[in-house]
């Protein structure tokens, strides 16, 4: 897994140093939720996820990138290809960003350099992500990156005990290579 760098940050791979910046945000309500997974309810739940992206790491598997702000460096949040099916040239993407940095750029500009490897390094041809319908920000983003809105997923997907619509963006790669 290399390490990519844009102007502001450093993506690269995690390590159990990140727990506690990671478990700021992970640990937050108003980040969880607008993601699919649950809250952090201790260090420990944090620990364990970064366990789980190391041994995806040791396993040649698909994790996540830690974003780090080359600035301040610390973690700020995490950006991968959360599903990967080489035998259609497909991914999709996922982020997650420190309340304190939303508003800045700094998502779209993690997911534009993610999005760029995986049209250059992966052989993708199409790349979407996925949003809760009211995660303005998020969908936001995806727009900002150049993805196209598809349509609602209705309910899409049942997690923290209910049914979610999901919003499906995407950008395929002769539309990225005709913007860059």
């Known amino acids: 897994m290399p390490v990519l760098e844009t102007n502001r940050l450093l993506l690269r791979k995690l390590s159990i140093d990140d727990a506690e910046a990671m478990h700021m945000y992970g640990s937050n309500d108003k980040v969880t939720k607008h993601v699919f997974w649950d809250t952090h309810k201790s260090l420990a739940d944090t620990k364990a996820f970064i366990h789980y992206a190391l041994n995806q790491y040791d396993n040649n598997a698909i994790a996540p990138w830690g974003i780090e702000h080359k600035q301040e460096?610390?973690?700020?949040g995490t950006i991968d290809f959360v599903r990967w099916l080489p035998e259609h040239r497909l991914a999709e993407i996922g982020y997650v960003i420190t309340p304190e940095h939303w508003g800045k750029g700094i998502a779209t500009e993690a997911a534009k350099k993610i999005i760029a490897?995986?049209?250059?390094?992966?052989?993708?041809v199409r790349i979407e992500a996925k949003c809760f319908s009211e995660n303005i920000g998020s969908a936001r983003v995806m727009e900002k990156v150049g993805m196209t809105f598809e349509g609602t997923i209705r309910k899409g997907i049942f997690i923290k005990n209910k049914h979610w619509n999901l919003k499906l963006y995407s950008?395929?790669?002769?539309?990225f290579f005709a913007e860059n």
């Open 117 to 124: 490897f995986g049209f250059h390094h992966m052989n993708l």
């Open 73 to 76: 460096k610390k973690l700020i």
């Open 171 to 175: 950008i395929l790669k002769d539309e």
